[in-house]
């Protein structure tokens, strides 16, 4: 009786096979049931910390509206999509700003208002208040700490480096070590952090302060308004009007939506960039996994850049913890 020979399939398609499989589930895991994301800037202090990760649920969004008071996954509204539609298609639901900015950040801001309300900023008694549907809002969320000013350099490091730079330039003759001090120190990045004026830079709840770094002592008080003359120039759109300041008044559309950031003096919002659609809405923020006092995309970077001192920045308090 004659034998039938199978001939073993090859390697390489039985590999991109198995690729191709492997990265469609991912794929629908990743658009349809659940995220995660990592906080870049302190919006929404002290809800949530830079360097935090959070576990989103997109599968509810499928069934159901986001509501108000929900912390939400949204696409950056300032990204500009690609004509394409498949593009666009993979830009919204894909695509992310690593490894090659190929789509948009991911924000999270704190649901307001939802299609159909009406949205008011107003300063009342030296204090921005929001109004929704005619009736004050009331917002236990909102960051009540003051914001301290922090370097996002060594500023010790640059101005070394600047004065090495002018010497290589145009020799010892033309440098002024208190101009490069100068220069550098008006230059220089800094970045706003909660902090309590209660306990010491050593105790701080929320970062860990370093004195060098701190750019200027004078706080960036909570609960001090925007006001128009500090602010953008005016966006107007019907009878709406919003320009960056704690004024505005918007009548949301269908599928429009108006977000906030809990950390109100150090959020960049719909108070900048006005109502946003639908469906750039990726999740609903549901649960902190980890907290780590870092800016490193991946934290194991950082631990591997500094693996004793890193276990100091771990917020153990902040693990596995519901969000509201």
């Known amino acids: 009786m004659s034998r039938v020979h199978i001939a073993p399939k090859s390697g390489f398609l039985a590999s991109a096979k198995e690729f191709t499989t492997l990265l469609s589930i991912v794929l629908v895991v990743r658009i349809f049931l659940f995220g995660l994301y990592q906080v870049p800037t302190g919006s929404m202090e002290t809800t949530m910390l830079v360097g935090e990760r959070f576990f989103a649920d997109k599968l509810s969004y499928f069934f159901r509206n986001p509501t108000k008071g929900e912390i939400i996954s949204l696409n950056a509204p300032d990204f500009v999509y690609s004509k394409n539609p498949l593009m666009r298609l993979l830009q919204l639901y894909v695509f992310g700003p690593f490894p090659f900015n190929l789509g948009p950040d991911n924000w999270t801001k704190r649901v307001i208002g939802v299609p159909g309300d009406h949205v008011e900023g107003k300063i009342e008694d030296g204090k921005p208040v929001v109004y929704l549907n005619g009736a004050r809002l009331e917002e236990p ?184």
């Open 141 to 324: 969320y909102v960051n009540r700490y003051p914001l301290i000013r922090i370097r996002t350099q060594d500023s010790k490091k640059a101005c070394e480096q600047l004065e090495q730079e002018v010497r290589s330039a145009f020799g010892n003759a033309f440098v002024d070590r208190t101009m490069i001090e100068r220069f550098v120190g008006q230059r220089m990045d800094f970045c706003p952090r909660s902090y309590d004026p209660s306990v010491g830079y050593d105790a701080q709840p929320f970062y860990r302060i370093d004195p060098s770094k701190i750019a200027s002592t004078d706080l960036i008080m909570p609960q001090t308004p925007i006001r128009p003359d500090m602010s953008e120039t005016p966006v107007r759109a019907g009878a709406n009007f919003w320009n960056g300041s704690d004024v505005f008044s918007v009548h949301l559309r269908q599928d429009e939506y108006w977000c906030m950031g809990d950390n109100r003096r150090g959020s960049r919002d719909c108070r900048v960039f006005g109502p946003f659609k639908g469906e750039w809405i990726r999740g609903r923020i549901v649960l902190r996994l980890v907290s780590f006092d870092s800016t490193e995309n991946w934290w194991i970077v950082d631990l591997i850049k500094h693996p004793i001192d890193f276990w100091k920045r771990v917020r153990w308090h902040r693990f596995f913890q519901w969000i509201n």
